[in-house]
């Protein structure tokens, strides 16, 4: 019998408070996935903070927090999204709808 994997509290905070953030889908063609995100980045101006899906081949893709002090895993940023102040703002606004809710 397969034991179920644990939820990390945490981790599924950090993934709310990025489901807040803007996305950005791109291919990353023949260049690594992060050389692509970073020339994306570049070339478009994007503003900090954003997601980056950047898609490898049919069925694989990347995901990547370009925030303030650069470019990270996002899965990285959902475990330890407490350390990033580019998400200051939206981590209040989920706390705020968290504390809505509750009430």
Known sequence: MARRKRKDPRRLEGR????????????????????????????????APAILVVQRGEKAQERFFWGFKGLFSAQYVEENHFMFPSLDMLRNQYQEAQDGSVA
């Open 16 to 47: 709310r408070i990025l489901d807040l953030v803007p996305r950005f889908r791109l291919d990353c063609g023949e260049e690594k996935a992060v050389t692509a995100a970073r020339k994306y980045i570049q070339d478009r101006g994007i503003p």
